[in-house]
């Protein structure tokens, strides 16, 4: 019997191993349980499993998780990559076009925000690949591997965000078009 690769638990372990709290996810993006799971013998006994449930990660001392505005969050990813950077943000659209990146958690010099860019608190749930949607698509990230790969510095991320912003409010005066 040939059997598949549990990515799922392997993007578990790796995050809890970061320091990265967990808890299983329904393909509908809601947690399954109330208690954030931290050490690899309770992830091991959820996603070691034939059909392990979706994953879900919260901000915390290890990881920044940001929700970005569509058109600020995708012409700052351009941005940033446009440097060349050593170490890249891991991101994901949503289905109404926004974004989800993850950074180093900010540090006191944290500078002004683009409109529209949401910190996920600790304790709010963000489901990550290779987690599956209600209509069987796998979600995925556009940059790094994450959690395996280093995460950059918010300062560096949130920094392009809002130049975008403020460049697209320069050349268009706020429309989208």
Not at 47 to 75: C, D, F
Not at 80 to 106: F, H, K, N, S
């Amino acid at each position: 019997m040939i059997r598949r690769k549990n990515r799922l638990l392997e993007t578990a372990l790796a995050c809890v191993e970061r320091g990265i709290p967990v808890k299983p996810a329904t393909p509908d993006g809601n947690a399954e349980m109330a208690d954030w799971l931290t050490d690899a013998n309770s992830v091991g006994a959820v996603w070691r499993v034939a059909e392990p449930p979706n994953l879900a990660i919260t901000s915390s001392a290890a990881v920044a998780i940001w929700r970005l505005p569509k058109l600020a969050g995708a012409y700052g990813k351009r941005l940033y990559e446009q440097e060349r950077p050593g170490v890249w943000p891991p991101m994901m659209q949503l289905a109404d076009g926004d974004w989800i990146t993850c950074t180093l958690p900010p540090g006191d010099t944290l500078g002004p925000l683009a409109t529209g860019v949401e910190y996920l608190s600790p304790g709010t749930p963000v489901v990550i690949p290779p987690s599956r949607l209600l209509d069987g698509h796998r979600l995925r990230w556009d940059g790094a591997k994450f959690p395996q790969h280093p995460l950059p510095t918010a300062e560096a991320v949130l920094s392009k965000v809002l130049r975008a912003e403020i460049e697209h409010e320069e050349l268009f005066g706020g429309r989208t078009g």
